[in-house]
Protein backbone atom coordinates (compact mmCIF):
# COMPACT_ATOMS: atom_id res chain seq x y z
CA UNK A 1 0.00 0.00 0.00
CA UNK A 2 1.45 3.53 -0.54
CA UNK A 3 1.85 5.83 2.27
CA UNK A 4 0.19 8.88 0.77
CA UNK A 5 -2.90 8.81 -1.18
CA UNK A 6 -3.13 11.29 -3.48
CA UNK A 7 -7.40 13.00 -3.72
CA UNK A 8 -8.33 13.84 -7.24
CA UNK A 9 -11.49 16.08 -7.03
CA UNK A 10 -13.61 15.96 -10.26
CA UNK A 11 -16.56 17.09 -8.94
CA UNK A 12 -16.11 20.18 -11.09
CA UNK A 13 -15.89 17.78 -14.10
CA UNK A 14 -17.27 14.10 -14.14
CA UNK A 15 -19.86 15.72 -11.24
CA UNK A 16 -20.78 18.58 -13.38
CA UNK A 17 -22.10 15.34 -15.27
CA UNK A 18 -24.72 14.31 -12.86
CA UNK A 19 -28.47 15.52 -14.86
CA UNK A 20 -28.96 18.78 -14.14
CA UNK A 21 -25.87 19.92 -12.46
CA UNK A 22 -24.92 22.81 -14.28
CA UNK A 23 -22.60 25.01 -12.84
CA UNK A 24 -21.34 28.67 -13.98
CA UNK A 25 -18.13 30.15 -14.07
CA UNK A 26 -18.20 31.73 -10.26
CA UNK A 27 -19.99 28.80 -8.55
CA UNK A 28 -17.14 26.81 -10.23
CA UNK A 29 -14.66 28.92 -8.70
CA UNK A 30 -16.38 29.03 -5.34
CA UNK A 31 -15.93 25.38 -5.24
CA UNK A 32 -12.12 25.37 -6.71
CA UNK A 33 -11.79 27.33 -3.99
CA UNK A 34 -13.49 25.44 -1.12
CA UNK A 35 -11.61 22.11 -2.56
CA UNK A 36 -8.51 23.89 -2.28
CA UNK A 37 -8.97 24.53 1.50
CA UNK A 38 -10.33 21.27 1.89
CA UNK A 39 -6.96 19.69 1.28
CA UNK A 40 -7.44 17.64 -2.15
CA UNK A 41 -3.99 17.42 -4.28
CA UNK A 42 -5.70 18.12 -7.73
CA UNK A 43 -9.23 19.60 -8.68
CA UNK A 44 -10.39 18.39 -12.74
CA UNK A 45 -11.91 21.79 -13.34
CA UNK A 46 -13.32 20.70 -16.43
CA UNK A 47 -13.76 19.31 -19.74
CA UNK A 48 -12.52 22.84 -22.26
CA UNK A 49 -12.89 21.57 -25.49
CA UNK A 50 -16.80 20.43 -24.73
CA UNK A 51 -18.30 23.62 -24.56
CA UNK A 52 -16.66 27.73 -24.21
CA UNK A 53 -18.17 27.81 -20.48
CA UNK A 54 -16.01 24.93 -19.65
CA UNK A 55 -12.72 26.53 -21.30
CA UNK A 56 -14.14 29.35 -19.40
CA UNK A 57 -13.80 28.13 -15.97
CA UNK A 58 -10.95 26.08 -16.38
CA UNK A 59 -8.89 28.90 -17.49
CA UNK A 60 -10.46 31.50 -14.23
CA UNK A 61 -9.55 28.92 -12.04
CA UNK A 62 -6.23 27.95 -13.19
CA UNK A 63 -5.42 31.87 -12.28
CA UNK A 64 -7.03 31.99 -8.56
CA UNK A 65 -6.57 28.24 -7.27
CA UNK A 66 -2.75 28.25 -7.27
CA UNK A 67 -1.32 25.66 -4.52
CA UNK A 68 -2.31 22.90 -5.89
CA UNK A 69 -3.18 20.75 -9.07
CA UNK A 70 -5.49 22.04 -11.76
CA UNK A 71 -6.08 19.25 -14.42
CA UNK A 72 -8.32 19.90 -17.66
CA UNK A 73 -9.66 16.47 -19.38
CA UNK A 74 -9.03 16.04 -23.24
CA UNK A 75 -9.55 13.18 -25.92
CA UNK A 76 -6.75 12.32 -28.12
CA UNK A 77 -6.65 15.07 -30.73
CA UNK A 78 -4.69 18.14 -31.12
CA UNK A 79 -7.11 20.30 -31.10
CA UNK A 80 -8.76 19.20 -28.01
CA UNK A 81 -5.24 19.11 -26.27
CA UNK A 82 -4.75 23.09 -27.07
CA UNK A 83 -7.68 23.79 -25.86
CA UNK A 84 -6.84 21.84 -22.37
CA UNK A 85 -3.64 23.86 -22.24
CA UNK A 86 -4.72 26.88 -23.21
CA UNK A 87 -7.19 27.18 -20.59
CA UNK A 88 -4.79 25.35 -17.81
CA UNK A 89 -1.51 27.07 -18.95
CA UNK A 90 -2.01 30.06 -16.23
CA UNK A 91 -2.03 27.05 -13.34
CA UNK A 92 0.93 27.01 -10.87
CA UNK A 93 0.69 23.21 -11.45
CA UNK A 94 -1.66 22.58 -14.19
CA UNK A 95 -1.78 18.34 -15.71
CA UNK A 96 -3.19 17.47 -18.68
CA UNK A 97 -5.33 14.78 -18.31
CA UNK A 98 -5.96 12.90 -21.73
CA UNK A 99 -8.33 9.94 -21.96
CA UNK A 100 -9.33 7.21 -24.96
CA UNK A 101 -11.28 3.82 -24.63
CA UNK A 102 -9.65 0.99 -24.17
CA UNK A 103 -12.19 -2.11 -23.94
CA UNK A 104 -12.98 -4.27 -26.97
CA UNK A 105 -16.20 -3.09 -26.41
CA UNK A 106 -15.77 0.66 -26.55
CA UNK A 107 -12.79 0.79 -29.18
CA UNK A 108 -14.75 -1.57 -31.98
CA UNK A 109 -18.62 0.25 -31.32
CA UNK A 110 -17.69 4.34 -30.09
CA UNK A 111 -14.47 4.58 -31.48
CA UNK A 112 -14.55 2.60 -34.60
CA UNK A 113 -10.35 1.60 -33.56
CA UNK A 114 -8.06 -1.33 -33.72
CA UNK A 115 -5.80 -1.28 -30.65
CA UNK A 116 -2.77 -0.95 -32.34
CA UNK A 117 -5.01 2.32 -33.15
CA UNK A 118 -5.75 3.23 -29.99
CA UNK A 119 -1.89 2.53 -28.72
CA UNK A 120 -0.61 5.16 -31.64
CA UNK A 121 -3.39 7.56 -30.62
CA UNK A 122 -2.39 7.23 -26.77
CA UNK A 123 1.53 7.69 -27.51
CA UNK A 124 0.82 10.13 -30.20
CA UNK A 125 -1.08 12.41 -27.97
CA UNK A 126 0.97 11.71 -24.82
CA UNK A 127 4.12 13.17 -26.89
CA UNK A 128 2.12 16.14 -27.74
CA UNK A 129 1.08 17.24 -24.77
CA UNK A 130 4.33 15.88 -23.28
CA UNK A 131 5.80 19.88 -25.07
CA UNK A 132 3.31 21.69 -23.07
CA UNK A 133 3.94 20.25 -19.34
CA UNK A 134 5.60 17.36 -17.84
CA UNK A 135 2.59 16.67 -15.67
CA UNK A 136 0.58 14.08 -17.87
CA UNK A 137 -2.27 12.13 -16.96
CA UNK A 138 -3.66 9.11 -19.04
CA UNK A 139 -7.03 7.21 -18.48
CA UNK A 140 -7.93 4.02 -20.43
CA UNK A 141 -12.11 4.66 -20.26
CA UNK A 142 -13.86 1.26 -19.46
CA UNK A 143 -10.33 -0.15 -18.12
CA UNK A 144 -12.19 -2.33 -15.67
CA UNK A 145 -13.86 -4.10 -18.52
CA UNK A 146 -10.73 -4.26 -20.64
CA UNK A 147 -8.65 -6.77 -21.57
CA UNK A 148 -5.79 -7.16 -18.97
CA UNK A 149 -2.77 -7.43 -21.21
CA UNK A 150 -3.87 -4.82 -23.27
CA UNK A 151 -4.46 -2.08 -20.42
CA UNK A 152 -0.95 -3.28 -19.77
CA UNK A 153 0.49 -2.53 -22.94
CA UNK A 154 -1.57 0.84 -23.47
CA UNK A 155 -0.32 2.04 -19.94
CA UNK A 156 3.61 0.65 -20.86
CA UNK A 157 3.21 2.63 -23.63
CA UNK A 158 1.79 5.46 -21.82
CA UNK A 159 4.50 5.55 -19.42
CA UNK A 160 7.07 5.40 -22.14
CA UNK A 161 5.90 8.40 -23.87
CA UNK A 162 6.23 10.30 -20.82
CA UNK A 163 2.56 9.83 -18.74
CA UNK A 164 3.36 10.64 -14.93
CA UNK A 165 -0.21 9.44 -13.79
CA UNK A 166 -2.15 5.86 -15.48
CA UNK A 167 -5.83 6.05 -14.63
CA UNK A 168 -7.55 2.70 -14.54
CA UNK A 169 -11.20 3.60 -14.34
CA UNK A 170 -14.28 1.40 -13.72
CA UNK A 171 -16.42 3.80 -16.02
CA UNK A 172 -19.46 1.67 -16.05
CA UNK A 173 -19.63 0.45 -12.76
CA UNK A 174 -19.45 -2.64 -13.17
CA UNK A 175 -16.49 -3.70 -11.11
CA UNK A 176 -16.61 -5.74 -7.39
CA UNK A 177 -13.83 -5.34 -4.85
CA UNK A 178 -11.98 -8.32 -5.30
CA UNK A 179 -11.83 -8.32 -8.81
CA UNK A 180 -10.83 -4.62 -9.34
CA UNK A 181 -8.07 -4.86 -6.69
CA UNK A 182 -6.59 -8.33 -8.63
CA UNK A 183 -6.58 -6.08 -11.55
CA UNK A 184 -4.92 -3.41 -9.99
CA UNK A 185 -2.26 -6.33 -8.48
CA UNK A 186 -1.85 -7.36 -12.14
CA UNK A 187 -1.46 -3.86 -13.71
CA UNK A 188 1.11 -3.02 -11.42
CA UNK A 189 3.23 -6.59 -11.68
CA UNK A 190 2.78 -6.50 -15.37
CA UNK A 191 2.70 -2.86 -16.82
CA UNK A 192 6.59 -2.18 -17.84
CA UNK A 193 8.22 0.55 -15.88
CA UNK A 194 4.91 1.07 -13.43
CA UNK A 195 6.89 2.55 -10.97
CA UNK A 196 7.45 5.61 -12.95
CA UNK A 197 4.09 6.57 -12.80
CA UNK A 198 1.14 6.59 -10.31
CA UNK A 199 -1.70 4.58 -10.65
CA UNK A 200 -4.73 5.67 -10.36
CA UNK A 201 -8.74 4.65 -9.60
CA UNK A 202 -11.74 6.47 -10.77
CA UNK A 203 -15.03 4.50 -9.72
CA UNK A 204 -18.41 4.81 -10.67
CA UNK A 205 -21.13 3.74 -8.47
CA UNK A 206 -23.72 2.08 -10.68
CA UNK A 207 -23.84 -1.43 -8.17
CA UNK A 208 -23.21 0.99 -5.02
CA UNK A 209 -19.53 -0.20 -4.90
CA UNK A 210 -17.16 2.75 -5.70
CA UNK A 211 -16.29 3.27 -2.39
CA UNK A 212 -15.52 -0.24 -1.68
CA UNK A 213 -13.74 -0.55 -5.38
CA UNK A 214 -11.70 2.26 -4.60
CA UNK A 215 -10.56 0.89 -1.09
CA UNK A 216 -9.88 -2.29 -2.34
CA UNK A 217 -7.36 -0.68 -5.33
CA UNK A 218 -5.80 1.23 -2.53
CA UNK A 219 -5.11 -1.86 -0.24
CA UNK A 220 -3.66 -3.58 -4.16
CA UNK A 221 -1.40 -0.42 -4.44
CA UNK A 222 -2.99 2.74 -6.15
CA UNK A 223 -1.51 5.95 -5.41
CA UNK A 224 -4.46 8.23 -6.39
CA UNK A 225 -8.52 8.02 -6.02
CA UNK A 226 -10.62 10.00 -8.17
CA UNK A 227 -13.81 11.24 -6.59
CA UNK A 228 -16.35 13.47 -5.98
CA UNK A 229 -18.22 15.34 -3.22
CA UNK A 230 -21.31 13.64 -2.17
CA UNK A 231 -20.43 11.48 -4.94
CA UNK A 232 -22.17 13.26 -7.24
CA UNK A 233 -21.41 12.40 -11.21
CA UNK A 234 -22.53 10.82 -14.14
CA UNK A 235 -25.58 8.53 -13.38
CA UNK A 236 -25.02 6.80 -10.07
CA UNK A 237 -22.74 9.00 -9.42
CA UNK A 238 -18.94 8.72 -8.84
CA UNK A 239 -16.59 7.62 -5.63
CA UNK A 240 -17.60 10.18 -2.55
CA UNK A 241 -14.60 11.43 -1.54
CA UNK A 242 -16.34 11.86 1.89
CA UNK A 243 -16.46 8.23 1.88
CA UNK A 244 -13.07 7.04 1.33
CA UNK A 245 -11.42 9.65 3.81
CA UNK A 246 -13.64 9.05 6.28
CA UNK A 247 -12.60 4.95 5.60
CA UNK A 248 -9.28 5.70 6.20
CA UNK A 249 -9.17 7.86 8.64
CA UNK A 250 -11.54 5.67 11.19
CA UNK A 251 -9.59 2.41 10.25
CA UNK A 252 -5.64 3.20 10.01
CA UNK A 253 -4.93 -0.31 11.15
CA UNK A 254 -6.37 -1.33 7.57
CA UNK A 255 -5.35 1.61 5.71
CA UNK A 256 -1.88 2.60 7.54
CA UNK A 257 -1.91 6.21 4.68
CA UNK A 258 -2.03 9.75 4.93
CA UNK A 259 -3.82 12.66 3.22
CA UNK A 260 -3.69 16.11 3.20
CA UNK A 261 -7.82 16.42 3.81
CA UNK A 262 -8.73 18.62 6.37
CA UNK A 263 -11.29 16.45 7.33
CA UNK A 264 -13.49 19.72 9.45
CA UNK A 265 -14.24 21.07 6.40
CA UNK A 266 -16.00 17.73 4.92
CA UNK A 267 -19.69 18.83 5.49
CA UNK A 268 -19.26 22.53 4.78
CA UNK A 269 -18.25 21.35 1.70
CA UNK A 270 -20.84 18.82 1.00
CA UNK A 271 -23.20 21.84 1.85
CA UNK A 272 -21.49 24.16 -0.41
CA UNK A 273 -21.80 21.50 -3.30
CA UNK A 274 -25.50 20.73 -2.55
CA UNK A 275 -26.39 24.00 -2.71
CA UNK A 276 -24.71 25.46 -5.80
CA UNK A 277 -25.69 22.15 -7.77
CA UNK A 278 -29.26 21.72 -6.26
CA UNK A 279 -28.81 18.14 -5.68
CA UNK A 280 -30.15 17.05 -2.39
CA UNK A 281 -27.75 14.94 -0.12
CA UNK A 282 -30.32 11.89 0.66
CA UNK A 283 -30.66 12.06 4.32
CA UNK A 284 -28.86 8.57 5.02
CA UNK A 285 -25.89 9.45 3.10
CA UNK A 286 -23.05 8.39 4.98
CA UNK A 287 -20.73 10.84 6.39
CA UNK A 288 -22.59 13.78 5.01
CA UNK A 289 -26.43 12.40 5.42
CA UNK A 290 -28.64 14.49 7.87
CA UNK A 291 -29.08 11.43 9.64
CA UNK A 292 -25.49 10.18 9.86
CA UNK A 293 -25.48 11.22 12.99
CA UNK A 294 -28.40 11.02 14.73
CA UNK A 295 -29.35 8.24 16.79
CA UNK A 296 -33.38 7.39 16.59
CA UNK A 297 -33.81 4.23 18.76
CA UNK A 298 -33.99 5.17 22.67
CA UNK A 299 -31.81 2.35 23.39
CA UNK A 300 -29.18 4.09 20.89
CA UNK A 301 -29.62 7.51 22.27
CA UNK A 302 -29.09 6.26 26.45
CA UNK A 303 -26.37 4.61 24.82
CA UNK A 304 -25.07 8.05 23.25
CA UNK A 305 -25.84 9.86 26.31
CA UNK A 306 -23.72 7.48 28.57
CA UNK A 307 -20.59 7.29 25.83
CA UNK A 308 -20.54 8.42 22.40
CA UNK A 309 -18.63 5.33 21.27
CA UNK A 310 -21.61 3.33 21.90
CA UNK A 311 -22.67 3.97 18.57
CA UNK A 312 -20.81 6.72 17.04
CA UNK A 313 -18.16 5.16 15.32
CA UNK A 314 -16.49 8.87 14.26
CA UNK A 315 -17.39 12.02 16.40
CA UNK A 316 -19.37 14.47 14.18
CA UNK A 317 -17.26 17.47 14.81
CA UNK A 318 -14.14 15.39 12.94
CA UNK A 319 -16.73 16.38 9.89
CA UNK A 320 -17.28 19.49 10.57
CA UNK A 321 -20.64 18.84 11.76
CA UNK A 322 -21.03 21.88 14.50
CA UNK A 323 -24.13 22.20 15.84
CA UNK A 324 -25.93 25.55 15.08
CA UNK A 325 -22.38 27.74 15.21
CA UNK A 326 -23.37 30.84 16.06
CA UNK A 327 -21.87 33.36 13.51
CA UNK A 328 -23.30 36.52 12.94
CA UNK A 329 -26.38 38.50 14.18
CA UNK A 330 -28.82 41.53 13.72
CA UNK A 331 -26.29 43.73 14.67
CA UNK A 332 -23.07 42.42 13.48
CA UNK A 333 -21.12 45.05 11.01
CA UNK A 334 -19.67 45.38 8.06
CA UNK A 335 -16.18 44.48 8.76
CA UNK A 336 -17.61 41.53 10.94
CA UNK A 337 -19.12 40.39 8.09
CA UNK A 338 -15.98 40.58 5.65
CA UNK A 339 -13.72 39.21 7.73
CA UNK A 340 -16.07 36.42 8.09
CA UNK A 341 -16.48 35.78 4.81
CA UNK A 342 -13.15 35.82 4.28
CA UNK A 343 -12.42 33.13 6.10
CA UNK A 344 -14.95 30.63 4.64
CA UNK A 345 -13.41 32.20 1.32
CA UNK A 346 -14.70 34.85 -0.20
CA UNK A 347 -12.71 38.12 -1.74
CA UNK A 348 -15.61 40.07 -1.89
CA UNK A 349 -14.89 43.55 -3.88
CA UNK A 350 -16.68 46.60 -2.15
CA UNK A 351 -19.47 46.71 -4.82
CA UNK A 352 -20.58 42.82 -3.83
CA UNK A 353 -20.11 43.35 -0.60
CA UNK A 354 -22.45 46.01 -0.47
CA UNK A 355 -25.05 43.39 -1.95
CA UNK A 356 -24.18 40.77 0.27
CA UNK A 357 -24.53 43.45 3.31
CA UNK A 358 -28.02 44.24 2.14
CA UNK A 359 -29.02 40.72 2.24
CA UNK A 360 -27.19 40.01 5.33
CA UNK A 361 -29.41 42.68 7.24
CA UNK A 362 -32.52 42.16 5.16
CA UNK A 363 -32.20 37.97 6.15
CA UNK A 364 -30.80 39.05 10.22
CA UNK A 365 -34.27 41.56 10.89
CA UNK A 366 -36.19 37.96 10.32
CA UNK A 367 -33.73 35.65 11.48
CA UNK A 368 -32.20 35.64 14.87
CA UNK A 369 -28.88 33.88 14.38
CA UNK A 370 -26.86 34.09 10.76
CA UNK A 371 -25.10 31.01 10.04
CA UNK A 372 -22.07 29.83 7.58
CA UNK A 373 -25.49 27.90 5.89
CA UNK A 374 -27.28 31.21 5.51
CA UNK A 375 -24.05 33.32 4.65
CA UNK A 376 -23.33 30.77 1.58
CA UNK A 377 -26.87 30.78 0.47
CA UNK A 378 -26.77 35.14 0.16
CA UNK A 379 -23.76 34.80 -1.21
CA UNK A 380 -24.01 32.39 -3.70
CA UNK A 381 -27.80 33.60 -4.59
CA UNK A 382 -26.60 37.46 -4.68
CA UNK A 383 -23.30 37.23 -6.51
CA UNK A 384 -22.06 33.91 -7.97
CA UNK A 385 -26.00 34.50 -10.21
CA UNK A 386 -25.28 37.47 -10.93
CA UNK A 387 -25.45 37.42 -14.70
CA UNK A 388 -28.72 35.94 -14.36
CA UNK A 389 -31.47 36.54 -17.66
CA UNK A 390 -34.52 36.62 -14.93
CA UNK A 391 -34.13 38.24 -11.85
CA UNK A 392 -37.50 37.95 -9.58
CA UNK A 393 -38.25 41.63 -8.50
CA UNK A 394 -41.34 41.57 -6.12
CA UNK A 395 -43.85 38.87 -5.27
CA UNK A 396 -47.02 38.92 -3.28
CA UNK A 397 -49.41 36.14 -2.80
CA UNK A 398 -52.64 35.56 -1.43
CA UNK A 399 -53.74 32.06 -0.42
CA UNK A 400 -55.75 30.31 2.77
CA UNK A 401 -59.37 28.55 3.36
CA UNK A 402 -61.75 30.77 1.54
CA UNK A 403 -59.16 32.95 -1.36
CA UNK A 404 -58.16 31.58 -4.63
CA UNK A 405 -54.95 31.32 -4.40
CA UNK A 406 -53.31 33.90 -6.91
CA UNK A 407 -49.51 35.16 -6.95
CA UNK A 408 -49.06 38.95 -8.23
CA UNK A 409 -45.17 38.87 -9.38
CA UNK A 410 -42.69 40.99 -11.20
CA UNK A 411 -39.29 39.88 -13.10
CA UNK A 412 -36.72 41.46 -14.16
CA UNK A 413 -35.84 40.03 -18.46
CA UNK A 414 -32.26 41.00 -19.39
CA UNK A 415 -33.55 44.21 -16.92
CA UNK A 416 -36.92 45.11 -18.10
CA UNK A 417 -39.31 44.94 -16.04
CA UNK A 418 -42.16 42.86 -16.74
CA UNK A 419 -45.45 42.30 -13.87
CA UNK A 420 -48.42 39.98 -14.34
CA UNK A 421 -50.57 37.79 -11.88
CA UNK A 422 -52.07 34.83 -12.19
CA UNK A 423 -53.87 31.57 -10.47
CA UNK A 424 -53.03 27.93 -9.03
CA UNK A 425 -54.23 25.25 -6.85
CA UNK A 426 -52.12 26.60 -4.35
CA UNK A 427 -49.58 29.85 -3.85
CA UNK A 428 -46.46 28.28 -5.57
CA UNK A 429 -48.05 26.89 -8.35
CA UNK A 430 -49.58 30.20 -8.59
CA UNK A 431 -45.93 31.72 -8.20
CA UNK A 432 -45.05 29.23 -10.93
CA UNK A 433 -47.39 29.71 -13.11
CA UNK A 434 -47.32 33.46 -12.69
CA UNK A 435 -43.40 33.03 -13.60
CA UNK A 436 -44.06 30.92 -16.53
CA UNK A 437 -46.20 33.45 -17.54
CA UNK A 438 -44.16 35.88 -17.91
CA UNK A 439 -41.02 34.21 -18.61
CA UNK A 440 -42.95 33.07 -21.89
CA UNK A 441 -41.35 29.37 -21.13
CA UNK A 442 -43.41 26.43 -19.60
CA UNK A 443 -40.47 24.17 -18.48
CA UNK A 444 -42.07 20.78 -16.97
CA UNK A 445 -41.67 20.10 -13.07
CA UNK A 446 -39.93 17.05 -12.77
CA UNK A 447 -39.55 17.74 -8.89
CA UNK A 448 -39.76 20.33 -6.21
CA UNK A 449 -38.46 19.91 -2.42
CA UNK A 450 -38.35 22.12 0.55
CA UNK A 451 -35.87 21.83 3.96
CA UNK A 452 -34.82 24.33 6.27
CA UNK A 453 -31.54 25.51 6.18
CA UNK A 454 -30.75 25.33 9.42
CA UNK A 455 -32.27 24.59 12.77
CA UNK A 456 -35.05 27.07 14.14
CA UNK A 457 -38.58 27.33 13.30
CA UNK A 458 -36.99 31.14 11.67
CA UNK A 459 -34.84 29.00 10.05
CA UNK A 460 -34.50 30.24 6.07
CA UNK A 461 -36.37 27.46 3.76
CA UNK A 462 -34.54 25.62 0.98
CA UNK A 463 -36.46 24.32 -2.21
CA UNK A 464 -34.77 22.72 -5.03
CA UNK A 465 -37.09 22.28 -8.32
CA UNK A 466 -35.75 19.81 -11.05
CA UNK A 467 -36.56 21.88 -14.22
CA UNK A 468 -37.07 20.06 -18.09
CA UNK A 469 -37.65 22.02 -21.21
CA UNK A 470 -36.83 20.49 -25.12
CA UNK A 471 -34.82 17.93 -23.34
CA UNK A 472 -33.08 20.40 -21.12
CA UNK A 473 -32.96 19.48 -17.27
CA UNK A 474 -31.59 21.97 -14.71
CA UNK A 475 -31.79 21.94 -10.84
CA UNK A 476 -32.64 25.45 -9.33
CA UNK A 477 -32.39 26.12 -5.50
CA UNK A 478 -33.38 29.16 -3.47
CA UNK A 479 -33.75 30.25 0.42
CA UNK A 480 -35.07 32.56 1.97
CA UNK A 481 -37.07 32.97 5.37
CA UNK A 482 -40.51 32.29 3.35
CA UNK A 483 -40.75 29.60 1.91
CA UNK A 484 -43.31 31.00 -1.27
CA UNK A 485 -40.43 32.92 -1.97
CA UNK A 486 -37.89 30.51 -1.37
CA UNK A 487 -39.78 28.26 -4.08
CA UNK A 488 -40.11 31.89 -6.57
CA UNK A 489 -36.40 31.72 -5.90
CA UNK A 490 -35.80 27.99 -6.90
CA UNK A 491 -38.21 28.26 -9.90
CA UNK A 492 -36.49 31.60 -10.89
CA UNK A 493 -33.15 29.62 -10.46
CA UNK A 494 -33.71 26.80 -12.54
CA UNK A 495 -35.29 28.99 -15.31
CA UNK A 496 -31.74 30.64 -15.90
CA UNK A 497 -29.89 27.87 -15.18
CA UNK A 498 -32.59 26.34 -18.92
CA UNK A 499 -31.16 29.94 -20.12
CA UNK A 500 -27.36 29.00 -19.90
CA UNK A 501 -27.72 25.47 -21.36
CA UNK A 502 -29.45 26.69 -24.25
CA UNK A 503 -26.74 29.71 -24.93
CA UNK A 504 -24.08 28.65 -27.18
CA UNK A 505 -21.55 29.00 -24.10
CA UNK A 506 -22.73 26.22 -22.10
CA UNK A 507 -23.73 23.99 -25.51
CA UNK A 508 -21.61 20.83 -25.36
CA UNK A 509 -20.11 20.72 -28.99
CA UNK A 510 -18.68 16.96 -27.79
O1 LIG B 1 -15.47 7.35 -16.04
C1 LIG B 1 -14.53 7.58 -16.81
O2 LIG B 1 -13.99 6.70 -17.49
C2 LIG B 1 -14.07 8.96 -16.91
C3 LIG B 1 -12.78 9.17 -17.65
C4 LIG B 1 -12.87 10.32 -18.59
C5 LIG B 1 -11.66 9.32 -16.67
O3 LIG B 1 -14.65 9.85 -16.36
ZN1 LIG C 1 -16.00 9.06 -14.79
Redesign the pocket.
Known amino acids: MKDRIIFFD ?1 TL ?2 GEQSPGASMNTAEKMRLAVQLEKLGVDVIEAGFPAASEGDFEAVSEISKKVKNIEIAA ?1 TRTGKGDIDQAWGSVCKAAKPRI ?1 I ?1 IATSDLHMAHKLNMTSDEVVQATVDSITYAKKLTDNIEF ?1 A ?3 SRSDRDFLCRVFGAAIAAGATTV ?1 L ?4 GYAVPHEYAELIKYVMDNTENMHKAVLSV ?1 C ?1 NDLGLATANTLAAISAGAGQA ?1 VTINGIG ?1 RAG ?1 TALEEVVMALTTRPNFYPVSTDINTELICPTSKLVSMITGIIVQPNKAIVGANAFAHEAGIHQDGVLKNPMTYEIMKPETVGLVSNKLVLGKHSGRHALRSHLQEMGYELSDEDMKIVFTKFKEIADKKKSIEDEDLEAIVTEGILRTKDVFLLEYLHVASGTTVFPMASIKLSINGRTVKGSGYGNGPIDAAFNTIAQLADISPELLRFSISALTGGSDAQGEVTVRLKENGLIALGRGADPDIIVASAKAYVNGLNKIEYLKSSKYQESV
Not at 169 to 172: A, F, G, I, L
Open positions: TRDLHFSEDGNPDTVHHEEN
